[in-house]
C-alpha cells in the first residue's frame, strides 16, 4: 500500500504541474499546441503581405520624388540605396523595392495616390513622421529642394496629417534652412528659450500654446504608439525599429524640456 500511494502522489503531482503549466501558458503565452500553433501562421503572413505593401508604396513614392524635376541624381540614387539598407531588403523584397522605385520614376505625376496609399498603411501618427523623414532625405539630396519635389513632399505632409511645424524640423538640417529660416539664424546665432519651446512643442506636434496637460497626454500617447510591440503588431519592417527608437530618443529630449 505504501508504494501504491507513493505513486498515486507521483501521478497526482504530475499532473498538477501539467495542469498548471497549461494555465499559465493560456494566461501570458497564447498557447502552444494543437489548434494554437496554427493560428502563428496567419498572422504572420498578413504581416508579411504589409510588409509587402509598405515597401512597394515607400519606394514607389521615393521614385516619383527623385524624378520630380526631370532626372534623377547620383545622390537620390545613393539615398535610396542607403534605406534599402537601412530596411534591411534581401531577396523578393529588395527586387519588389527596386521595382516600386523604377515604377514611381516612370510616372511621378500620381504621386498622391501613391501617398495616400501609405498613409493608409501607417497605423499612427509616428509612422508617419518615421516614414516622411525616408521622403524628406531623397528629396533633399541635393542639399536644397528643388520645386517640384517640393509639392511632392509638402503634399504628401498634408495627407500624412503633419503639421508644418514639425515638417521644417524635419527639413532644416537636411538642407540647411527652409524658406527664411536660415536668413532667419543668422541674425539670431543664440537659441532663446521660447524658440527652444516651440521647437520641443514642434517636436510632440503640439502648437505652441499647449497646456501641460496637452503636452503630458501627447507624450505619453507618443510612447504608445512607438512602443516597439505595437509597431511590429503593424505587420511594418522590423527594421523601422531602429528609426522610431531615433524619434522616441527625440520626443524624450524634448518633453524633458518641456516639463
Request: a positive charge; aromatic letters at 8%; charged letters at 25%.
Amino acid at each position: 500500500m505504501g508504494c501504491l500511494s507513493q505513486l498515486f502522489g507521483i501521478l497526482f503531482f504530475a499532473f498538477l504541474f501539467r495542469a498548471v503549466a497549461w494555465l499559465v501558458r493560456e494566461l501570458f503565452g497564447g498557447g502552444s499546441g494543437g489548434s494554437d500553433a496554427g493560428r502563428t501562421d496567419a498572422p504572420s503572413e498578413a504581416a508579411m503581405r504589409q510588409r509587402l505593401k509598405y515597401v512597394y508604396h515607400l519606394m514607389a513614392l521615393l521614385g516619383k520624388i527623385a524624378k520630380a524635376d526631370g532626372r534623377v541624381s547620383e545622390r537620390e540614387i545613393a539615398g535610396v540605396e542607403r534605406i534599402f539598407r537601412e530596411l534591411q531588403l534581401s531577396g523578393e523584397m529588395l527586387q519588389l523595392a527596386q521595382e516600386a522605385f523604377r515604377e514611381g520614376k516612370a510616372a511621378p505625376g500620381t504621386w498622391r495616390e501613391s501617398a495616400q496609399a501609405l498613409a493608409d498603411l501607417c497605423g499612427n501618427f509616428e509612422v508617419r513622421v518615421v516614414t516622411f523623414r525616408f521622403l524628406a532625405r531623397v528629396a533633399c539630396a541635393e542639399g536644397d529642394l528643388p520645386p517640384p519635389a517640393r509639392e511632392i513632399l509638402l503634399g504628401a505632409a498634408q495627407i500624412f496629417g503633419l503639421p508644418l511645424a514639425l515638417v521644417q524640423l524635419i527639413l532644416r538640417p537636411m538642407m540647411g534652412g527652409f524658406g527664411s529660416g536660415e536668413r532667419q539664424r543668422a541674425h539670431q546665432p543664440r537659441v532663446d528659450t521660447a524658440a527652444q519651446r516651440a521647437r520641443d512643442l514642434a517636436l510632440l506636434g503640439l502648437s505652441a500654446n499647449a497646456t501641460a496637460e496637452e503636452i503630458k497626454r501627447a507624450y505619453r500617447q507618443k510612447v504608445k504608439e512607438l512602443h516597439p510591440d505595437r509597431l511590429q503588431a503593424q505587420g511594418l519592417p522590423e527594421s523601422l525599429l531602429k528609426q522610431a527608437s531615433d524619434r522616441m530618443a527625440e520626443i524624450n529630449a524634448a518633453y524633458e524640456r518641456l516639463k
